[in-house]
């Protein structure tokens, strides 16, 4: 029998915060960043991958993550980050617009970013705001890989169902991947993982 692989996001551990690009890490190594709708699942998803309960902090509450998160994995030149959740609608207006002018500076300035992680909801995939990332991301040839999240919510057809329809409507996407995730169950994150681990030239063997 073979024994699991080691998780190289285990050990992962949080380095800081920023509020602004200028006050984010220098802008060298290896970066894989987080990205979605507020209440998406992205922090549960981060803490699956790693399997860490309190890695990145969740919450009932929405739109709870204000701050660009940095975590160190292998070393601190290989880094997840987690981006502000976008799109709440009780978020006030000006701050809402600031969270997303972050997070538009980050991914076109950021050049040690290697791919983005975006993190949808299975019963609401392809918002307006899913697509205004993937539109960015497809001009400026950053790979995107989706987190068809809370798939156990659905049952196996309709999930099924769900992900060959986000494939479909993403198929003249080179650069875009899709997958369906449960942090509650499990199930996906392994893929996940290896997706993660190849991104950030992290070896798994």
């Known amino acids: 029998m073979n024994s699991?692989?080691?998780?190289?996001?285990?050990?992962?551990?949080?380095?800081?915060?920023?509020?602004?690009?200028?006050?984010c890490l220098d802008d060298d190594g290896f970066e894989v960043a987080f990205a979605g709708r507020s209440n998406a699942g992205k922090s549960s998803a981060i803490n699956a991958i790693a399997q860490q309960k309190k890695l990145a902090k969740t919450s009932k509450t929405p739109g709870r993550t204000q701050l660009i998160n940095f975590f160190a994995c292998a070393s601190q030149q290989q880094r997840i980050v987690d981006l502000p959740g976008y799109g709440y609608a009780k978020v006030p207006l000006e701050v809402k617009r600031q969270w997303e002018n972050f997070i538009d500076d980050y991914l076109r300035e950021r050049k040690s970013l290697q791919g983005l992680f975006l993190i949808m909801d299975i019963r609401h995939p392809l918002t307006d705001f899913d697509q205004m990332i993937l539109r960015w991301a497809n001009n400026s040839q950053l790979k995107i890989h989706i987190l068809l999240t809370k798939a156990d919510k659905l049952k196996f057809g309709p999930a099924k169902s769900t992900l060959l329809k986000v494939a479909r409507e993403l198929k003249d996407s080179a650069n875009i991947s899709v997958q369906l995730f449960s942090a509650t169950r499990g199930s996906g994150v392994e893929e996940a993982r290896c997706k993660l681990a190849e991104w950030l030239k992290i070896e798994t063997d």
């Open 4 to 23: 699991p692989k080691p998780n190289p996001f285990h050990t992962a551990t949080f380095i800081t915060s920023a509020a602004k690009l200028s006050q």
